[in-house]
């Protein structure tokens, strides 16, 4: 498996567009979502990246879709849906391949790993499809808008109400998987099958990857992520 170093595209691209994240190679998390010990969102987190955190980028597969990040003194695996920096003051994932940064390939030892974890989610049943994220610059595979703008709580007009959790985490069911990070604003896609709140009717919850998320009745959106 190879990753990809992130480096400056220029010495005017250092001194004019990023000058942070060129000298750092700094990101940011988008979203609350997990670090991991090996790039797939089935395998185990090692902690959580808050809204905003600034991380070190280490490098990137190849396909931008995971990047090798260290913080708190820790080096993990991220998804780069949900990593960005900011061009001309906007936003633009990781993913997006931002146009201040060039790219070098190396190679990791831990593909082994990555697989062994990718066949335990299919044999898990992980065919149901994959979350949507809600992206800025793309209709997928982006960083969430509510992350950004500091506006999360907009996908839920309706605040979970302590009974609300009780039932949730006292009623725990099968998980199910799907591709893709469990995150606040994340679509669930309609025919996954989910489970009645009975005091909020306007919420359902289900299990997915290991994580029990609240999730808005109308629209799919995930409103809470209890971990």
Aim: glycine share 8%.
């Amino acid at each position: 498996m190879k990753i990809l170093t992130l480096g400056v595209a220029s010495a005017i691209a250092m001194t004019v567009a990023a000058p942070s994240f060129a000298q750092s190679a700094e990101a940011r998390a988008g979203a609350e979502i997990s670090a991991r010990i090996t790039p797939s969102e089935f395998a185990p987190s090692v902690g959580v990246l808050e809204l905003n955190q600034p991380v070190i980028i280490e490098g990137c597969l190849e396909d931008v879709s995971w990047c090798q990040i260290s913080f708190d003194g820790q080096t993990a695996w991220a998804s780069a849906t949900y990593l960005y920096v900011e061009e001309d003051t906007k936003p633009v994932a990781l993913i997006n391949r931002p146009s201040t940064l060039s790219l070098t390939t190396v190679t990791v030892p831990d593909e082994d790993a990555t697989q062994a974890e990718q066949n335990k989610a299919a044999a898990a049943g992980a065919t149901m499809g994959s979350l949507v994220a809600f992206a800025v610059g793309g209709p997928v595979g982006g960083i969430v808008v509510g992350g950004i703008l500091g506006t999360v709580a907009a996908v839920s007009a309706v605040e979970p109400s302590e009974e609300t959790l009780v039932f949730v985490t006292s009623n725990p069911v099968e998980t199910i998987y799907l591709n893709g990070e469990v995150v606040v604003g994340a679509g669930v896609p309609a025919e996954v099958a989910m489970y009645d709140v009975p005091a909020q009717p306007e919420f359902r919850y289900l299990n997915v990857n290991d994580l029990t998320v609240l999730v808005d009745a109308e629209t799919g959106t995930i409103v809470r992520v209890l971990r």
